[in-house]
């Protein structure tokens, strides 16, 4: 008999906790470009997450740039989730796991993949959009609908 948690089964994987980039985060408090704090901190999930969601906010905003802004946060969205999946690897992650949402420094890879998500049902990319939900899902039930996604 197994006992489970709000993140599942306990003899399954522990909870992944990123570290963060306290640098980029508190740049990122204070203001800073997010491209700049990206350039400076380019394995910063964060900063990527900034950027995408930027972008998708723009593309909301003006019809004239939507098209090229969704784009635009598709692939600052899919670096940050890339960056992101290294840091959650060499924080001990196989591939499936707990990744808390409350857990703040895992909130910027997180983030990415709910850009991501947004960014991909914006182009019609179906199937990725649903692979993000299911990643956000597996890694912390209440990441979707923090994100606003469900």
């Known amino acids: 008999m197994s006992v489970v948690t709000s993140f599942g089964d306990l ?3 522990q909870p992944t906790l990123l570290t963060g980039d306290d640098d980029a985060e508190s740049d990122l408090l204070n203001h800073a470009d997010p491209a700049s704090v990206a350039a400076s901190h380019p394995s ?8 995408a969601e930027g972008a998708l906010d723009a593309a909301a905003a003006d019809a ?3 098209t090229a802004k969704t784009v635009e946060a598709y692939a600052y969205a899919r670096t940050g989730y890339h960056r992101g999946l290294d840091q959650l690897r060499r924080h001990g992650w196989k ?10 420094p895992n909130r910027g890879f997180l983030r990415c993949v709910g850009a991501l998500a947004r960014a ?4 019609g ?10 990643l956000l899902n597996e ?3 209440a990441a979707a609908a ?3 996604l469900i």
Do not use: K, M, N
Request: glycine share 10%; charged share 25%; aromatic share 12%.
């Open 11 to 13: 003899l399954g994987p």
């Open 44 to 51: 910063a999930s964060i900063a990527w997450a900034y950027l």
């Open 64 to 66: 004239e740039v939507a």
């Open 95 to 104: 591939g499936f796991g707990p990744v808390p949402w409350s857990h703040e």
């Open 120 to 123: 991909a049902q914006s182009i």
């Open 125 to 134: 990319e179906e199937d990725e959009y649903l692979r993000c939900l299911e």
């Open 139 to 141: 890694s912390d039930p």
């Open 146 to 148: 923090e994100l606003g």
